[in-house]
């Protein structure tokens, strides 16, 4: 049964370790949404990071693989952990700086969130056959992705997440939370690479 686990899931991403800044539910949500990821597909995720997208694209796409790059040791054995403790086998790790080197396959669906976007996109934007998604925490950066984003319709949202709390004043939103962690740009081929 499905439930279950998704819900057992849920808790596993909610106490995981965390390393660099992670994508917040909200998110990770509005990207499965957007793109519905099928399980024949391709997925690369540049920047995975401690896994947070990671742990639900594999569990969407299981028992098929997808593909991480990281380039930075520290997050490597969080991203390993994290994976594990969801009991989730078919991720590949292969350590590379993305931008000065490529990737090795074309995808289907490229994910990227690092901090040197504009060359990583630069870079792996010929082997994206059907979307590449973009996470970018810079207006700069957004004009500079149009730019290079030919052949691709391109779509920019920035998402809120309010929590609703009950005071003994009456029922308001929360004072604390993160109130904006960045653009998701989804970006979808229009011709052929």
Not at 13 to 18: A, E, G, I, Y
Not at 45 to 51: T, V
Not at 57 to 82: G, Q, S
Not at 95 to 118: F, P, S, Y
Request: glycine share 6%; aromatic share 10%; hydrophobic share 45%.
């Amino acid at each position: 049964m499905v439930l279950p686990f998704l819900y057992m899931l849920y808790d596993i991403w909610k106490n995981r370790k965390r390393g660099p800044q992670s994508l917040m539910l909200k998110d990770i949500g509005y990207i499965i949404a957007r793109v519905l990821p099928e399980k024949d597909w391709t997925i690369v995720e540049i920047g995975p990071g401690s896994g947070s997208l990671t742990m639900y694209l594999a569990y969407l796409v299981y028992p098929n693989k997808i593909i991480v790059y990281e380039k930075d040791d520290r997050w490597i054995p969080i991203l390993k952990e994290n994976l594990s403790k969801a009991n989730l086998d078919n991720v590949i790790i292969k350590k590379r700086e993305i931008g000065l080197e490529n990737i090795d396959e074309e995808a289907d669906l490229i994910i990227i969130d690092v901090k040197n976007v504009i060359d990583v996109v630069k870079k792996v934007k010929d082997k994206a056959k059907k979307y590449l998604v973009i996470f970018v925490i810079h207006f700069e950066k957004l004009s500079q992705l149009i730019d290079i984003l030919d052949g691709f319709n391109t779509e920019i949202v920035w998402l809120e997440e309010h929590r609703v709390t009950k005071t003994p004043n009456g029922t308001r939103f929360e004072i604390s939370g993160v109130k904006f962690n960045g653009f998701i740009v989804i970006a979808e081929r229009t011709k052929p690479s």
